[in-house]
């Protein structure tokens, strides 16, 4: 075979075992997170950082009951993730809250979101996207005793009608543990998983799993 001829089989071959380019990946986060950050900064709104040893996330919500004719509270979220072994997670949503009340003991939030994943090596030498059009919500309760400290659940569904990619359902639910540094910070402790269910084999793929710490920063 002429030497041009091996060249270019051993290109492809290269091309077919890293199908991905971890560099325009890369970029995209870059992207992301730059998005995430609107021109200007609205009061209420939150940046929340959050880690653990192989991942690091990153959301901002905002509140846009002024802009849009909702009653009592809504927030703009958007957020995204990614992790050591290149999964990346990007998400984006409406919260909707009842009317704010500073002696309420918990409170009870319904939404939606989109929310698209890219799963790394599910299938060996492979990156499988994945994306879904989820609702839920969250049930939050103030501790009496300690009212800087408070809990809160989430849950998250997506059914096969409105999961594409590679996916037939998603999954994303979580509890976290939060304490108000009374300075427009909140510092927390969270379990997330985030589970994407493939439609070819039926098996749910983990993309995102563990115990997260992390602070939230309000402008007031």
Known sequence: MPKEGIES?????????????LG?????IAIVIVLL?????????????????????????????????????ADFQTGVLADKANNYL?????????????DAAGWLAVGGKALAGLIHNYLPGTTQ??????????????????????????????????SFGVADRAYQWGAHLDYDLNSGAKIYVEYREIDFRIRATGRSATLDSGIYVGIKLGLK
């Open 129 to 162: 996207d994945a994306e879904s059009l989820m609702i839920g919500g969250e049930l939050g309760y103030i501790i009496p005793a300690a009212k800087r400290y408070s809990a809160a659940f989430y849950d998250y569904f997506g059914p096969g009608v409105t």
């Open 9 to 21: 089989l051993k290109s492809s071959e290269s091309i077919e075992s890293d199908p991905i380019d």
């Open 24 to 28: 325009v990946m890369r970029l995209r």
């Open 37 to 73: 950050v609107p021109s200007s900064l609205t009061f209420g709104s939150t940046f929340d950082f959050s880690f653990n040893d192989s991942a690091g996330a990153l959301k901002y919500s905002s509140p846009i009951g002024e802009t849009i004719p909702i009653h009592g509270n």
């Open 90 to 102: 990007f998400e984006a949503g409406i919260l909707l809250k009842g009317d704010p009340n500073e």
